[in-house]
């Protein structure tokens, strides 16, 4: 039995490291794209992003935020809402909101606390900020639940897309500091 699992893995080990040639596909009318997503994360609301640009030459029907959309790890709402309206008025950024829907979720430092989790004080408020960046209106019930998980439908001529945002943020546990000098935090324990 170990001798033929040695061998399997010698196998896998072997064929994984040949050099395959790339599928080259030559878009055409026929094999062109019926939706387009577009995504990213760790964005720096005040670095330049040459980026904008090759995301709209894309032409995507779709932007999907990752998470640290903005840089802000702060409890303070106007700090938080300020950073915000800076990322919205970057002119690639602005563009694109303008001609594409903006769907995302956030991550710590958008949430507002650096590796945060249930333990963020102000999530609740961070939260209503984080959906009036996405342009969530109002009246909308995402305002009255915990959470910026979402489902977004995308209906297509011939098919459908479902687009599923968590929420890894909101209540997660607080991380446990690691006990030896290795690394900053452990795994947490649960169960017995």
């Not at 040459?50 to 709209?56: E, F, K, N, S, T």
């Not at 599923?164 to 169960?191: C, E, I, S, W």
């Amino acid at each position: 039995m170990k001798k033929t699992i040695f061998v399997l893995g010698l196998l896998v080990a072997f064929s994984a490291c040949k050099t395959v040639k790339p599928v080259e596909t030559t878009v055409t009318t026929e094999t062109k794209p019926d939706f387009t997503i577009a995504f990213g994360s760790c964005n720096k609301h005040d670095e330049v992003n040459p980026l904008w640009d090759d995301v709209l030459a894309a032409n995507p029907n779709l932007w999907i935020w990752g998470g640290d959309n903005i840089y802000a790890d702060t409890d303070n709402m106007q700090q938080l809402r300020a950073i915000y309206a800076a990322q919205d008025n970057v002119p690639g950024y602005k563009k694109l909101k303008e001609t594409v829907p903006v769907i995302g979720t956030w991550d710590d430092h958008d949430y507002g606390l650096n590796d945060g989790g249930v333990e963020f004080k102000a999530k609740k408020e961070s939260e209503q900020e984080f959906l009036d960046f996405m342009d969530v209106a109002k009246d909308s019930p995402r305002r009255q639940r915990e959470g910026v998980y979402a489902v977004h439908n995308y209906n297509l001529p011939k098919a459908k897309v479902k687009v599923l945002v968590l929420d890894t943020r909101y209540f997660r546990t607080a991380l446990t500091p690691a006990t030896d000098n290795k690394r900053r935090v452990q795994p947490n324990v649960y169960g017995e």
